[in-house]
């Protein structure tokens, strides 16, 4: 079945002439049609306008000019702009935007003979850990439909796991890639802060906001990050020569390798249930060479607190343009000011109205100091207590979430309790360093996510260990009860 394929499978069997590019966007074009109504990952899809580009594929494909990706769907996450198909960001604000322009990783992907699929599902402006706070649709996990796929990058995320695409792109702030896939059981990427492009990204924190792959493999995620990475001029915090090779993904050992993990990883809310299958996964790490010691890295604790200082306030900033005079639509009242106020009360949800006001707040005078400043103080205390045993240690494993993925509206009367499920995630954002997530085990009958971080621009080494790692548990990996 084609659409059960992985990325790589896809592009070998269209170099051989087994498959044609038409022939593969069909496949997903028919699954999205027949299935997406049961799992919600999809905003937006152009068939018309996907075929337009399988045709094309398929001449670079006829002509021996194809690259990794050529006639390989992707789907994208809805707060990625997309010329000529609305980006909405899953809000209403947002409603009826077309970009007149390609964001960068679209750009690229375009040229390297890509499919764009279709527009994806997200937490409302990428805030949230659950895909609940879209103003359009729900998204489900694959595993069980009446759980969340986590978030934001929930669509993206259950794409992929539902065989509606071989590979995604999301955007990851807090974790928004990597949750996600631990909780789906698929593979979830962010590369080091500056190494892909963040121009024609909607941004949200945009010190932390990173785009990146998710896959059923760590070499479909590493194909894609290849494509999607290096300089661009458009995005001053582009760092430069920065395109991911992946030209030794498969020729890493785990023999020797030195693991870090820090004990404050396992925070008061992780599930015993996940910690057990994560000291199995290490353990079977251990068996393959691997050098595993605890460490502790006191900052941990403090993340989740700072994490929602900073990412408010440059929030509060960035969401300062959607008015309803530039974007969207836009809401009756008495005078410019009136009209912005109704616009932006009717246009913005709960969950983004909360975080604009605690970001306005911490940077008001008299409290910029004490919540702040403060808070960039932790987070350059993080980066370095972390950069410090990276000058020890390979990398650092942990657990991607604290729990498994849990019931749809479970948590909507404790929005603290759904913000610490990023604990683990966050001080990779933090540190702008590169971090996996990988299926290692299972809790509950669900999935339980294994994540890896590297230095800052360790990427290459960091991919390099995931596919090994991967190789370790390839025999114990699943996939949904799909139909």
């Not at 899809?45 to 001449?59: F, H, L, Y």
């Not at 964001?103 to 690229?108: E, G, L, P, Q, S």
Request: net charge negative; glycine share 10%.
């Amino acid at each position: 079945m084609i659409t059960s394929l992985t990325a790589a499978e896809i592009a070998t069997k269209l170099r051989t002439k087994e498959l044609s590019a038409p022939e593969v966007t069909q496949a997903y074009l028919d699954r999205i049609a027949s299935e997406d109504e049961k799992y919600g990952a999809f905003l937006a899809i152009d068939g018309e306008r996907a075929m337009a580009q399988a045709n094309e594929a398929q001449k670079q494909l006829d002509a021996g000019t194809a690259t990794a990706l050529t006639g390989v769907p992707v789907a994208i996450k809805d707060n990625i702009s997309t010329e000529g198909i609305e980006t909405t960001c899953a809000s209403k604000i947002l409603k009826g935007y077309i970009p007149p322009y390609d964001a960068t990783v679209i750009r690229k992907l375009s040229e390297a003979g890509a499919i764009t699929i279709g527009k994806t599902n997200l937490d409302e402006f990428a805030m949230g850990s659950s895909t609940e706070t879209s103003a359009f649709k729900l998204s489900r996990n694959p595993w069980d439909t009446s759980r969340t796929p986590g978030g934001s990058s929930g669509g993206s995320t259950v794409a992929v796991a539902a065989n509606m695409a071989p590979v995604s792109l999301g955007s990851d702030t807090g974790g928004s890639i990597r949750l996600p896939a631990s909780f789906c059981g698929v593979v979830g990427f962010k590369p080091t802060y500056g190494r892909c492009s963040r121009f024609g990204l909607v941004a949200f924190a945009s010190s932390l906001d990173q785009i990146g792959p998710l896959a059923k493999t760590v070499e479909d995620a590493a194909i894609i990050s290849n494509v999607i990475t290096g300089h661009c001029s458009q995005d001053s915090t582009s760092i430069p020569d920065s395109q991911i090779s992946i030209s030794d993904l498969k020729k890493g050992s785990l023999k020797g390798m030195k693991l870090a993990f820090p004990k404050e990883m396992y925070g008061d809310g992780t599930d015993p249930a996940v910690r057990e299958a994560t000291e199995f996964a290490l353990d079977e790490l251990r068996r393959e060479g691997v050098e595993i010691t605890e460490i502790s890295i006191p900052t941990i604790p403090l993340g989740v607190t700072t994490y929602y200082i900073i990412a408010p306030a440059e929030a509060s900033s960035n969401l300062g343009r959607f008015d309803g005079v530039r974007y969207g639509p836009r809401s009756e009242g008495q005078g410019h000011i009136d009209v912005v106020a109704k616009t932006r009360a009717d246009g913005f949800g709960h969950e983004v109205k909360a975080r604009i006001m605690i970001g306005t707040y911490a940077l008001s005078a008299g409290y910029y100091d004490a919540f702040y400043l403060r808070a960039q103080q932790v987070r350059a205390m993080m980066t370095q207590q972390f950069n410090d045993a990276f000058k020890e240690f390979d990398l650092v494993v942990s657990p991607t979430a604290p729990v498994v993925a849990f019931p749809l509206g479970a948590m909507s009367q404790d929005p603290m309790q759904l913000k610490l499920l990023d604990y683990c995630t966050i001080p990779a954002n933090m540190g702008g360093f590169p971090a996996i997530s990988l299926q290692a085990g299972f809790a509950h009958g669900l999935p339980v996510g294994l994540q890896l971080m590297g230095p800052q621009m360790g990427d290459e080494k960091l991919l390099q260990a995931a596919f090994a790692v991967e190789r370790v548990f390839e025999t114990q990996r699943k996939s949904p009860p799909i139909p």
